[in-house]
């Protein structure tokens, strides 16, 4: 649920951290393809929202990450789960 601040602290006895000045949360969304995570992180761009790293393009995953105006990072993320690299199940500690 997305709430503006002065409702959202009805819910709580604790004051609101200040994400422009500390960390309270990384939002990470999933998306279904590349072309989709861009679409989601420029209209973000457009409304406002800055980039808060560069993108990661690894093949089989894509993530790009933006802040939104309040200082939230968020991070999209599309996975091609055909494409993980497998891993080399010998090079694992079996203790």
Same mark, same amino acid.
């Given at each position: 649920m997305l709430l503006v601040e002065n409702f959202f602290q009805t819910f709580t006895k604790k004051k609101i951290a200040d994400a422009t000045k500390t960390t309270e949360t990384i939002i990470a969304l999933s998306a279904d393809s590349k072309?989709?995570?861009?679409?989601?992180?420029?209209?973000?761009? +457009?409304a406002g929202g800055t980039i808060y790293s560069d993108p990661q393009d690894q093949g089989w995953m894509?993530?790009?990450?933006?802040?939104d105006l309040d200082g939230h990072q968020w991070e999209v993320i599309y996975m091609d789960m055909n494409a993980v690299p497998? +891993?080399?199940?010998?090079?694992?500690?079996q203790n």
């Amino acid at each position: 649920m997305l709430l503006v601040e002065n409702f959202f602290q009805t819910f709580t006895k604790k004051k609101i951290a200040d994400a422009t000045k500390t960390t309270e949360t990384i939002i990470a969304l999933s998306a279904d393809s590349k072309k989709i995570v861009d679409e989601m992180v420029n209209n973000a761009i +457009t409304a406002g929202g800055t980039i808060y790293s560069d993108p990661q393009d690894q093949g089989w995953m894509y993530q790009r990450s933006f802040q939104d105006l309040d200082g939230h990072q968020w991070e999209v993320i599309y996975m091609d789960m055909n494409a993980v690299p497998q +891993t080399d199940s010998s090079a694992v500690s079996q203790n």
